[in-house]
């Protein structure tokens, strides 16, 4: 069994910056790849990020070249670098681990309980 917790969320202005961390205990991250998804209120929740095991990362279009998804398994710690924020990044942030390298919410086993991003235009 793992647990995942997701802190870094917060409040900030349009263009601005977070980052997002997701320690993760009862298991290792190092077999795992690791997800971020989102879920603005009213939304389905949606793909943001996601690493395999390794470096090998791939993000949604709507994040690409603003968003950083990294690992550090020493720390069982995954980050998502968010830069260039924009209102309509504004959601609860999950992180999520899972023995894919998928987009898919459903091959996610794994779920940490959520920060909120509020970003404000």
């Known amino acids: 069994q793992a647990q995942l917790v997701e802190s870094g969320g917060g409040l900030v202005q349009a263009g601005g910056s977070l980052r997002l961390s997701c320690v993760t205990s009862?298991?290792?991250?190092?077999?795992?790849?690791m997800g971020w998804f989102r879920q603005a209120p009213g939304e389905e929740r949606e793909f943001v990020a996601t690493?395999?095991?390794?470096?090998?990362?791939y993000y949604a279009d709507s994040v690409e070249g603003r968003f950083t998804i990294s690992r550090d398994n020493a720390k069982n710690t995954v980050y998502l670098q968010m830069n260039s924020l924009k209102a309509e990044d504004t959601a609860v942030y999950y992180c999520?681990?899972?023995?894919?390298?998928?987009?898919?919410?459903?091959?996610?086993?794994?779920w940490g309980q959520g920060t909120q991003v509020t970003v404000s235009s």
């Open positions: 999520a681990a899972s023995p894919k390298y998928s987009i898919l919410v459903t091959d996610y086993n794994y």
């Open positions: 690493i395999n095991w390794g470096t090998r990362a």
């Open positions: 009862g298991r290792t991250i190092r077999d795992s790849c």
